[in-house]
DNA sequence: TTGTACGCGTTATCAT
DNA sequence: ATGATAACGCGTACAA
């Protein structure tokens, strides 16, 4: 059946004229080889192209030095920067990172988990933040996991997340540094990972004193664009909006330019959210970042300890990034 | 080291009360077992939590029903949507899609494709538009292969790409219709997939008799803005503006706006590329696009039929997706 | 320093 | 219908 045979140890083994275990030697750096060995071996594999099978190696070490990551759908940019920033981490340590993407749906999700399980993988991260904790609760118990993004209570996974409260006080200070009172706030479609986001701030910006009116901001710009417009319509217009979607900011920019509204001078807009590339066109929005490259630094750092010693207690770590001060916040109009 | 052990057929085995072979035979489908047998496996199988080895399935049956993916950068929405079409298709067909990313140089994406073969995927799609025909012309020689997006002359790979010929015909069609005749053209950098297209457009649209003006667009919306902004400082201005990425749809609608010249009515906008999810906020671009999901399509197709059949010719596939009229593109200022 | 032999989990072949 | 057994490619004790 196969037209092509990919060439084993025994096949360099043989071009080279010594045993295989002398060309696992040499492959794994294990035992002593004679110079001479060595070299023979080396032209053998350049010669052969040989590359290591990985599945018998698993078989026989084991573990696969695989890692996956699983996501929820690949075309959210969030999850493509996850994907490319934890591939870096892995890479570096020695670890394949192998991506799988759900269907939009838990079910296509934890058929994916499926295949990364059969792939026995050395650990996991999971990106999504809607398959239910119950779907990996018994994966976790046995297999290093790291939850990005969203609470995972009652499972034995490393977690992850945003400090939504600490997030939400930045802003209220940030907010009332400018004077700001009355604020517009797009909140995004409550999930495992928005929920607690969105809870924080419609509880802490209230408790703060600032007068709050919430839309609802949706899964892309177009709905973005509709809560803004609807938030723009309340009288008193607010002089702040909020959002926590890159989406959600970029469309308040858009319609206050299409609007004639002076960013920061009549309306000022601040993001909870990474801005994607290329959004910071005519000016630089000010946040407090989501930052995909501090999630999964943290993910990995959990991971790793968690490979070495698979008995380790799981540990929540809240990431937080401070104010980036960009050019869409000014004091409030008086 | 493993504080876990997976459950084997063996251990299934044994708690069924059955020898492992019909074990192996109620997973596979292959031979026969009796009723009571199968009953008593499953049964065992799902209370061990069992979950087949891929790699000891791989190294018996000398494949692995893994398909590998290579993209350049995970975080451009084009490859986001390429990996998420894919999957669906290598899962329809019993196949696990294993996506890898690069790090935007061609070191770090020879050592993504360098996991996949270790992976021993039984196929390979390339999705980089960069990678050099030569880095993988030896690997494509032996494993069914397919390039998106791109030439790949010289290699036994397959190829699936846009007709960018055509493709400049419609558009130049389009444009004719509607009495344009002063054209602003937002290019991409040239790359192995950009080039053709950039220089289809360069070449027929001149040759159609329309008076051309070249920006070049850059990578990002940012770069896009300023393309768009350069055609626009022309006198006279272009009376439409045809773009080779979204970003630069996106930028001419925005600049438009933010200028007070009315979009269709005064210019036109003619997308060459698939605009992102969310992108249609005020009006539907009208583009000649370059699908994914067709790619996608077409791609697996090709793959597909050289795994049945690895002595095929290669062959390369021009797909083209006729205009889609949006509201961006209307009758010449006269 | 080198070679031999066994095991990893699975499938397929051959008896029974 | 079922059970025993030989591969698959690799790492590693163990013997030489």
Redesign the interface.
């Known amino acids: 059946?196969?037209?092509?045979r990919?060439p084993t140890i025994i096949d360099v083994a043989q071009a080279a004229g010594v045993s295989k275990s002398v060309v696992s030697r040499v492959l794994t750096g294990n035992g002593q080889v004679s110079a001479q060995s060595r070299r023979k071996v080396q032209q053998a594999i350049a010669k052969l192209?040989y590359?290591?099978?990985?599945?018998?190696q698993?078989?026989a070490l084991?573990?696969?030095r695989n890692i996956g990551l699983l996501v929820r759908?690949?075309?959210?940019?969030f999850?493509?920067?996850l994907?490319?920033n934890l591939?870096?981490h892995a890479?570096r340590a020695g670890y394949?990172?192998?991506?799988?993407?759900g269907?939009l749906d838990n079910a296509?999700e934890s058929?994916?988990l499926?295949?990364l399980?059969?792939?026995?993988v050395d650990g996991l991260v999971i990106g999504s933040g809607n398959l239910p904790t119950e779907e990996f609760r018994?994966i976790a118990a046995?297999?290093p996991t790291v939850v990005v993004g969203r609470p995972a209570e009652g499972s034995n996974a490393d977690v992850v997340r945003i400090d939504a409260v600490r997030q939400a006080h930045e802003a209220a200070r940030v907010l009332r540094a400018n004077g700001h009172h009355r604020i517009g706030f797009i909140q995004v479609p409550d999930s495992l990972s928005a929920a607690p986001r969105n809870r924080a701030l419609r509880s802490i910006l209230p408790e703060a004193g600032f007068d709050l009116t919430v839309a609802e901001g949706g899964y892309?710009?177009?709905e973005?664009?509709l809560a803004v417009r609807a938030l723009l319509a309340e009288a008193p217009r607010p002089t702040a909006i909020i959002s926590l979607s890159a989406?959600g900011a970029w469309?308040a920019l858009?319609e206050a330019?299409?609007r004639g509204i002076a960013v920061a001078a009549e309306l000022s807009v601040l993001s909870l959210d990474q801005p994607d590339?290329?959004?910071?066109?005519?000016r630089e929005i000010t946040s407090i970042p989501q930052s995909s490259g501090e999630l999964a630094a943290q993910a990995w750092a959990l991971l790793s300890a968690r490979l070495e010693n698979?008995?380790r207690e799981p540990r929540e770590v809240l990431v937080f990034s401070p104010v980036h001060h960009g050019s869409t916040v000014g004091p409030a109009q008086s």
Chains 1, 2 share one sequence.
Do not use: K, W
């Not at 590359?51 to 018998?56: E, I, K, P, Q, V």
């Not at 759908?73 to 940019?77: I, L």
């Not at 590339?277 to 005519?282: I, K, N, P, S």
């Open positions: 059946m196969p037209l092509y990919n192209g590359s290591s099978n990985a599945a018998a698993a078989l084991g573990r696969t759908r690949s075309t959210a940019p999850y493509g920067r994907m490319f591939q870096e890479a394949r990172m192998i991506a799988v993407t269907n296509s058929r994916a499926q295949t399980l059969e792939l026995r018994v046995n297999l892309d710009l177009h973005a664009v989406d469309a858009r330019e299409v590339d290329g959004y910071a066109v005519t698979p008995a």
